[in-house]
């Protein structure tokens, strides 16, 4: 099942709508590094909102998608991670520690319009 990515300023936004399977996985990563581009996008959050279960796969995706943006310039807030599927993550020693979480989309909006900005105001390294 594709996963909607919707614009919003600078911004991307892909919906989680429902358990994903390994090439959902795959599919969401190269989408959005496409629309990254496309949309020369400052930010991207992903919502996960309803997943009532991550496996591992799911997780390492998440992660790579954030370490993919970063590298593209954009920066990415994972949020809506429910409590249930923040206890197992934790059990099974799955981390995020690398990757900025939300407790909603709007705290997730906030969070990546402050570091956006802080950003902007930064001096060139070099």
Same mark, same amino acid.
């Given at each position: 099942m594709a996963?909607?990515?919707? %614009?919003?300023g600078? @911004?991307?936004?892909a919906?989680?709508? #429902? !358990? &994903?399977t390994?090439?959902? /996985?795959?599919?969401l990563?190269?989408?959005?590094?496409a629309q990254?581009?496309r949309?020369? !996008? %400052?930010g991207?959050?992903?919502d996960v909102t309803m997943?009532?279960? &991550?496996d591992?796969f #799911? /997780?390492r995706? @998440?992660?790579t998608? /954030?370490?993919m943006?970063r590298?593209?310039? #954009?920066?990415?807030v994972?949020?809506?991670?429910?409590?249930?599927? /923040? @206890?197992? &993550?934790?059990?099974l020693?799955?981390?995020m520690e690398d990757? =900025?979480? !939300?407790?909603? =989309?709007?705290?997730?909006l906030?969070?990546l319009?402050?570091?956006? #900005?802080t950003?902007a105001l930064?001096?060139?390294v070099?």
């Open positions: 996963v909607p990515i919707l %614009k919003q600078v @911004f991307l936004i919906s989680v709508q #429902a !358990a &994903m390994d090439g959902d /996985a795959v599919t990563q190269d989408d959005l590094m990254v581009g949309y020369r !996008a %400052k991207v959050i992903v997943l009532d279960v &991550m591992s #799911a /997780a995706s @998440f992660r998608i /954030a370490h943006t590298l593209r310039g #954009a920066e990415t994972l949020v809506g991670i429910q409590p249930d599927v /923040a @206890f197992s &993550m934790v059990q020693g799955m981390t990757v =900025l979480t !939300a407790l909603d =989309l709007e705290e997730g906030e969070l319009t402050h570091r956006t #900005a950003t930064e001096p060139p070099g």
